[in-house]
């Protein structure tokens, strides 16, 4: 019978363990590395991270060969239904990566779509709405949740029906 304080026993047992784990920490094809927990993202869903990344890569030709991480502010979680933010995060990447600045005071919401089109986002009127109220000077939202009542709101607002347009734009 085996002692479980036997150093045997703890190299046959740090082994097995090891071994177990291998094939979680490593990726031999060099894809997304995720490390049980730690995929690299805080509070954000890691597929819709490679989704989003593919997209960049098929419609805006850029090269995203680096270590990607996100971390929402605050300790946030958003919900993995919730797609309101993708374009905001595409922009905070490429900012990153070609180093240009978005200005604090502009705020981009809306949905990206597989064909780098931007889909329009729940509730569009009553979020332009509180991102003027919070002192957002310009708003870029999807083209199809453009409504008259955005209009006075004190903020411009800035309709954007691809991804290529809205980097026109915020560049």
């Known amino acids: 019978m085996m002692k479980f304080t036997s150093q045997q026993f703890l190299l046959d047992?740090?082994?097995?363990?090891?071994?177990?784990?291998?094939?979680?920490?490593?990726?031999?094809?060099g894809g997304?590395?995720?490390?049980?927990?730690?995929?690299?993202?805080?509070?954000?869903?890691?597929?819709?991270?490679?989704m989003l990344t593919g997209v960049l890569r098929k419609h805006t030709k850029t090269k995203i060969f680096h270590d990607t991480f996100f971390n929402i502010v605050g300790g946030l979680k958003i919900d993995e239904s919730e797609t309101c933010i993708d374009l905001?995060?595409?922009?905070?990447?490429?900012?990153?990566?070609?180093?240009?600045v978005v200005p604090r005071t502009?705020?981009?919401?809306?949905?990206?779509?597989?064909?780098?089109?931007?889909?329009?986002?729940?509730?569009?009127?009553?979020?332009v709405k509180e991102a003027a109220?919070?002192?957002f000077t310009?708003?870029?939202?999807?083209?199809?949740?453009?409504?008259k009542s955005m209009e006075n709101l004190g903020a411009r607002i800035i309709p954007v029906k691809t991804i290529h347009e809205l980097l026109e734009l915020i560049k």
């Open 88 to 100: 905001a995060l595409v922009t905070a990447l490429l900012s990153s990566l070609h180093e240009f």
């Open 32 to 50: 997304f590395f995720q490390n049980l927990k730690d995929d690299g993202t805080v509070g954000l869903n890691m597929n819709r991270i490679k």
């Open 106 to 127: 502009s705020c981009i919401m809306g949905e990206l779509s597989l064909n780098g089109d931007v889909r329009p986002i729940d509730s569009g009127v009553p979020r």
């Open 138 to 147: 310009e708003i870029y939202i999807p083209y199809r949740n453009y409504h």
């Open 13 to 29: 047992h740090t082994a097995a363990i090891l071994a177990f784990y291998e094939p979680v920490v490593y990726d031999p094809a």
């Open 133 to 135: 109220q919070h002192g």
